[in-house]
């Protein structure tokens, strides 16, 4: 899987006609095979400063996204919106259904939460074991006193 990580950071007086954009891009966007996610975020302590993230299910979906109209229209607009530079960070991420050994969301989702659910079970049985042998550090440590 595909991710992406988009920094904008957009000049006050554009923020009206870039969140208008900006919409009909990702609207676009979640329409397309392969897309996985496509959201929009604003930085609470940084007024007009958005991240965008977009997962994607392979190379070959990222790579057709980059030549649609929707896409290709946008940047061509955009340079208008920055007051800082564009930034783009992509990583490669192991898709969690995949490494679960099958393409079925259920199946994967019920296979997560039984891991998920034996881990918790050690965790507590590890606590369960480590309390007498509290109990004994705290008496030994109330003797030396």
């Not at 995949?98 to 507590?124: F, L, N, R, S, V």
Request: charge should be negative; charged fraction near 30%.
């Amino acid at each position: 899987m595909i991710m992406i990580q988009a920094h904008m950071y957009v000049h006050p007086s554009e923020r009206e006609d870039f969140l208008e954009q900006i919409g009909i891009l990702q609207r676009k966007t979640r329409e397309e095979a392969g897309n996985l996610c496509c959201l929009l975020y604003e930085a609470v302590e940084e007024k007009n400063t958005f991240v965008s993230i977009e997962k994607w299910r392979n190379q070959a979906a990222l790579n057709r996204h980059n030549n649609t109209d929707h896409f290709v229209g946008f940047f061509q607009i955009a340079d208008g919106y920055w007051v800082k530079p564009f930034k783009a960070e992509v990583h490669e991420v192991p898709d969690a259904y995949e490494e679960a050994g099958t393409a079925d969301k259920a199946e994967a989702e019920t296979e997560m939460e039984a891991e998920a659910e034996e881990g918790a079970e050690a965790g507590e049985e590890a606590a369960a074991e480590a309390e007498p042998r509290q109990e004994a550090h705290q008496s030994s440590s109330a003797d030396a006193v």
